[in-house]
């Protein structure tokens, strides 16, 4: 009887043992846990489809992107800033790492309150298609053939070209991509389908870590210092070691 209670409350310190170890084990754990379940979670938006790593915003958290490469969302449409300056993304193949996208400010007016040219952040981003650069320029005192900002006739007005200059007489101005395909910008119609039409860019941050990432059970993110990291089952894998638990357990999920 006396060795039966024994035996009963030993069991009920290591039991209570082993709970405790395991409240105490669980949290440091939790916060990697989260990074590698919630940025494995892609974006889909209208139809922009499966969209993960190095973009972040909605289900995706931010340690799981590039800290300048958030995705925003809104009725279904994307939209990314890229230098203060913001697109809406028209296609997007994660396969290829493009981006295809339009000025969202020239998309209805060639006028607008702030001049900022079309830049690549060029850690992030090249141009994927070719295109020829058209320039907007606003209070030009010579050039007689201007075109009315938002296509309605005795407005303001824009004088644009083909190039990166301006002429000399203008005050300000601003140079945007379009398509080669695109010859003629004679009337507004035909500049703002130019502008809406789009530029196709891939993205080339952490394209070849983030692979090895994966292969080795991973997934990809940007820690708290923006630097690049692989997030895996049992927390951060910085080296991209391979995580061999990951890996084994997933052929079980
Ligand atoms: C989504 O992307 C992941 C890789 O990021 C890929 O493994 C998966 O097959 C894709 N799913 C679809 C439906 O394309
Ligand atoms: C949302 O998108 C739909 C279809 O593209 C459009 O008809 C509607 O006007 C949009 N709503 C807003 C608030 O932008
Ligand atoms: C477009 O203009 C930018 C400067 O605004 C220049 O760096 C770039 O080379 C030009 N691209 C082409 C294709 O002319
Ligand atoms: C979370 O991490 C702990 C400790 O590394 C691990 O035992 C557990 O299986 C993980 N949970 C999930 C859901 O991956």
């Known amino acids: 009887m006396a060795s039966h209670t024994v035996h009963l409350s030993l069991f009920t310190v290591l039991h209570h043992s082993v709970i405790f170890l395991l409240l105490i084990q669980i949290p440091p754990c939790s916060s990697s846990n989260d990074s590698y379940s919630n940025c494995a979670n892609p974006i889909n938006c209208g139809k922009i489809r499966n969209m993960s790593f190095p ?4 289900n995706r958290p931010k340690e799981c992107g590039h800290p300048l490469m958030q995705l925003i969302c809104k009725n279904d449409t994307s939209y990314i800033t890229i230098k203060d300056v913001l697109y809406q993304v028209l296609e997007a193949n994660p396969d290829s790492h493009t981006l295809k996208i339009t000025r969202q400010d020239y998309w209805i007016d060639l006028c607008q309150p702030t001049h900022v040219s079309t830049t690549l952040d060029s850690q992030l981003y090249v141009y994927e298609s070719l295109y020829k650069n058209l320039t907007l320029s606003y209070d030009c005192a010579l050039f007689p053939t201007y075109i009315p900002c938002n296509g309605v ?3 303001t007005s824009v004088y644009t070209q083909f190039g990166s200059l301006s002429p000399e007489s203008c005050k300000t101005s601003v140079v945007v991509p379009v398509p080669l395909s695109f010859m003629e910008i004679n009337s507004f119609i035909q500049v703002y389908h130019a502008i809406k039409e789009g530029f196709v860019v891939r993205w080339i941050i952490g394209v070849e870590e983030c692979d090895k990432c994966e292969k080795s059970g991973g997934v990809c993110g940007f820690d708290s210092s923006s630097q690049q990291t692989c997030y895996c089952r049992e927390g951060p894998c910085p080296n991209f070691s391979p995580d061999t638990q990951a890996s ?4 079980f999920m």
């Open 55 to 58: 973009f972040w915003g909605g």
């Open 153 to 155: 006739l005795g407005g």
């Open 248 to 251: 084994s357990d997933q052929m």
